[in-house]
């Protein structure tokens, strides 16, 4: 019972976003290692982000609205992480549950979440919902957020490495923080929150307020499995004075639903990432902008985490995927 009260409080909080679409039919879902994708290392400087905004013009308009079947072999080896693990589609029912999560060197305060929120979260909400609206996505909010500041002995038993390149990433993370909440482990936490939410797909978010290098660890195989997914956020990008935490929040989720970097951070596509710098150079998965206004969302992302079964032009360009 100790969990069930602590949930209650905890999600009592409230914060989190419900997106839904039209569209059921969950894939089939996957396995098993995770695995890491960097985080958009291109830190950017630009405006300034001003609070919370709401509007804003939308980049590029689909060039087709009528969605082909998704059955073609060829097209969908082109979004390999679509449909995989607990994250399936942006285009169904899901929920975002935030973790601000304290561990061994650092902390929040409720100011400093209070300030987190307005000056990168709902900005980054902002763009995934305008981006969406393009598409025809619609988006409903909701919120629910769980904070160490809020719920006593939440927190991760040792130390996030600030570079999971050096240190390793925290795949325990969900397991650690389950655990200091009364539960048995991060999928028991995560039953619990589909039940909570009535949402099969719950996108666990957990943001350390300290610099690092944001990632997520998503389901990469596809053996009908469901691996648990989940992004680590930290409040700022190493070195940086200013940071692009509102892209980056952006920019990690599209990875739990499928999206791809274009950046090439571990070398091993440079001509898509010359394809990206030429033809969507200001896509939110080939460089993440101080201020998320100035990304944009092209079609090849669009395609990836399933808002269009259209494929676009430059994914069918043989450099892509090299
Ligand atoms: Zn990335």
Redesign the pocket.
């Known amino acids: 019972m100790k969990k069930f009260l602590g949930f209650l409080l905890i999600l009592a909080v409230a914060a989190v976003a419900v997106w839904s679409a039209r569209e059921g039919g969950p894939a089939a879902t996957e396995p098993a290692v995770p695995e890491t994708?960097?985080?958009?290392a291109v830190p950017e400087t630009t405006a300034e982000v001003t609070v919370p905004e709401t509007t804003e013009p939308t980049t590029q308009p689909p060039t087709e609205t009528v969605p082909t079947p998704p059955t073609d072999p060829e097209a969908e080896a082109l979004r390999p992480f679509l449909n995989l693990g607990v994250c399936r589609g942006l285009d169904e029912e899901h929920t975002f549950v935030l973790f601000f999560l304290d561990d061994g060197t650092s902390n929040w305060s409720g100011e400093e979440i209070a300030a987190f929120n307005g000056l990168y979260l709902y900005p980054a909400m902002d763009f995934l919902q305008t981006q969406g609206e393009t598409w025809g996505m619609e988006v409903n909010r909701e919120f629910f957020t769980y904070s160490s500041d809020v719920h006593e002995g939440m927190a991760y038993s040792g130390v996030v490495s600030p570079n999971f390149q050096e240190g390793g990433a925290a795949a325990d993370i969900p397991d650690k923080t389950a655990v200091s909440l009364g539960f048995d482990d991060g999928w028991d936490m995560y039953r619990y929150l589909q039940d909570f939410t009535g949402t099969d797909q719950v996108a666990m978010l957990f943001f350390l307020n300290k610099p690092g290098r944001s990632y997520t660890i998503r389901d990469q195989h596809r053996d009908g499995r469901e691996e648990l997914e989940f992004s680590v956020i930290f409040e700022s990008y190493p070195g940086f004075s200013t940071s692009a935490t509102s892209a980056t929040i952006a920019?990690e989720l599209l990875?739990l639903f499928g999206a791809e970097?274009y950046y090439d951070p571990y070398g091993d596509y440079p001509r898509r990432k010359a394809l990206a710098e030429s033809q969507i150079p200001d896509d939110i998965?080939l460089v993440t902008y101080y201020n998320v206004k100035d990304n944009t969302l092209s079609q090849a992302t669009a395609f990836t985490v399933g808002w269009t079964d259209q494929v676009p032009e430059i994914m069918e360009n043989p450099d892509w995927n090299r």
């Open positions: 994708t960097a985080e958009a920019h990875h970097d998965m």
